[in-house]
């Protein structure tokens, strides 16, 4: 049951998978067995998948932008093409600019919710024929430890990932007929580029970060590796009865968050 090869015979669409979370999303399904589309719009996309194929892995970039229509029945038409169907897929591209809400300009809200919650939508109603013709598959969002109330200066993010939210458990229900699942992962603080980017942006560095982790309730931060070993089991057929399900991977931050409120307990 617990083979190493959970997705050996499948074909996996990540968008993002140039760099970051999605990267690392891709190369453990390609290391688990699966066929992966690395859509990106990014051209290091190309790299990323010669490195899965170096690994060992089945791998082909696809040039995306998953704000267009076109470009994402194009994506989902590759995968079938090249490696005869699909079965996963993972809405993993997004954006992240810090604004407060008095800050966010039109153009910044709809270009965060044209990548993080349009793009995840056309990604979706462009696969679902697709998935209907295996006779069934998983869709994996990345939501964000963000995604129910969110920091103030992530305003137009946390929506979108609430959003996100909704998509997922929308379509849980309405697509769970085709026996297609739909779930989203939370992950918490990741170090990826496009964090640092951010980060750095502020002056915060990566040892500023680090030790950050370390004051968490399991003590350090996430890594993509975490985020992907989530995303390899939730696409595998050890999930089969898993849908509509949102799982925060945050090092126990959300659980343990009350207790910052020192006047509740006396420990
Ligand atoms: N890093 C974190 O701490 C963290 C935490 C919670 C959630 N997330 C979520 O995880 C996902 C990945 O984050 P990351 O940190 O790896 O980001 P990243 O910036 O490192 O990588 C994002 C990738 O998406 C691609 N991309 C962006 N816009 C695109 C578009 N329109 N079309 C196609 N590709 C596009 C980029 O080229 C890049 O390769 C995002 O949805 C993010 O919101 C990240």
């Not at 690392?24 to 688990?32: F, G």
């Not at 051209?43 to 995306?64: I, K, M, S």
């Not at 267009?68 to 029945?73: A, G, I, L, Q, R």
């Amino acid at each position: 049951m617990f083979n190493h090869l959970l997705l050996q015979g499948k074909v996996a669409v990540v968008t993002g998978a140039a760099s970051g979370l999605g990267f690392a999303a891709a190369r453990r399904m390609a290391e688990a067995g699966a066929a992966v589309v690395i859509a990106d719009r990014a051209e290091a996309g190309e790299q990323a998948a010669e490195r899965l194929r170096q690994e060992g892995g089945r791998a082909l970039f696809v040039q995306v932008d998953v704000t267009s229509v076109d470009d994402t029945k194009a994506m989902i038409d590759r995968a079938e093409e090249a490696f005869g169907g699909v079965d996963i897929l993972v809405n993993n591209a997004g954006v992240y600019p810090r604004s407060l809400m008095r800050d966010t300009t039109v153009e910044l809200w709809e270009k965060v919710m044209a990548v993080n919650l349009r793009g995840a939508f056309l990604a979706c109603q462009a696969a679902e024929p697709a998935l209907v013709r295996r006779g069934g598959g998983t869709i994996v969002n990345l939501g964000s430890s963000h995604t129910t109330i969110g920091l103030p200066e992530l305003f137009a993010y946390s929506v979108s990932k609430g959003g996100l939210l909704t998509m997922t458990r929308n379509l849980a229900g309405a697509l769970a007929r085709y026996r297609i699942r739909v779930n989203c992962v939370n992950p918490g603080w990741v170090a990826t580029e496009g964090e640092l980017a951010e980060r750095a942006a502020q002056g915060q560095t990566v040892e500023w970060l680090s030790d950050k982790g370390k004051t968490l309730p399991l003590g350090r931060m996430q890594t993509a590796d975490d985020t992907a070993a989530l995303i390899v089991f939730l696409a595998s057929d050890l999930a089969t009865q898993i849908t509509g399900q949102f799982i925060q991977i945050d090092g126990g931050k959300e659980v343990a968050s009350m207790f910052d409120d020192r006047s509740l307990h006396t420990e």
